[in-house]
């Protein structure tokens, strides 16, 4: 890890409806580092002070958005962000052992033959890279409990399927761009299919439900090895 700071480049602060602020970063990890420093000063908040008046953080590609519980603590929120933004190193992005979820996969996928030719590789080492090292969840969309998943094997980088599936069930784990990313319930969907997991990625009943948070880590492990 490099001792050089490397400070988020001239981040953009802008007022996103009336109690909101859309931070723009540029790159997911500047995003991963102002999301991470952000939380901490809000679970360390004293009261009075503008972290305090936090109730959401929400991470998206290049941007983070703070929701603030009133119109008032906007502008001191935004005077206090800024200061915390400035020399921000996107380097320090530590994950605890508590942050890190393990998560079984059958690589079995109907695309995984196709992500080898396509990357200029054997299946095995599709799995090898997969499992590697830990991906990072950078920030959820499309659907509860799906996360974008970085930080993977560059080797592993394959575009989407050319034309989408209707149906791809729940718990397929696949591959688009750069990303990773797991399936949580059947839906249409475009991403290479490598495998399939029996983890539940979205839960009700559980506190939170979604089984990945951003900012968390996810080591792959392959099932059939074990």
């Not at 602020?21 to 901490?40: N, Q």
């Not at 196709?114 to 959820?140: I, K, M, N, Q, S």
């Amino acid at each position: 890890m490099s001792t050089a700071a490397a400070p988020v480049t001239k981040p953009t602060l802008l007022p996103c409806g009336q109690s909101a602020l859309l931070v723009e970063l540029g790159t997911i990890a500047a995003v991963l580092a102002a999301d991470g420093a952000v939380r901490r000063a809000v679970e360390g908040a004293s009261p009075g002070s503008p972290w305090a008046e936090v109730v959401d953080v929400v991470p998206a590609a290049q941007t983070l958005l703070v929701t603030l519980r009133a119109t008032s603590a906007l502008s001191p929120l935004r005077r206090t962000l800024g200061d915390l933004l400035v020399g921000l190193d996107v380097t320090q992005n530590l994950v605890s052992d508590d942050q890190v979820v393990q998560i079984a996969v059958h690589y079995d996928g109907p695309d995984l033959t196709d992500v080898a030719r396509l990357c200029g590789l054997r299946t095995a080492e599709v799995v090898t890279l997969h499992t590697a090292a830990p991906w990072r969840v950078a920030f959820g969309g499309f659907a509860p409990g799906f996360a974008y998943l970085t930080g993977g094997d560059a080797r592993l980088e394959v575009a989407r399927r050319p034309e989408p599936r209707t149906t791809v069930p729940a718990g397929a784990v696949g591959l688009a761009g750069s990303f990773s990313g797991i399936y949580p319930r059947p839906s249409p969907g475009g991403w290479q299919l490598i495998g399939t997991t029996e983890a539940t990625l979205w839960d009700v009943d559980r506190d939170p439900p979604a089984l990945l948070r951003p900012g968390w880590s996810v080591q792959f492990v392959d099932a059939g090895a074990t």
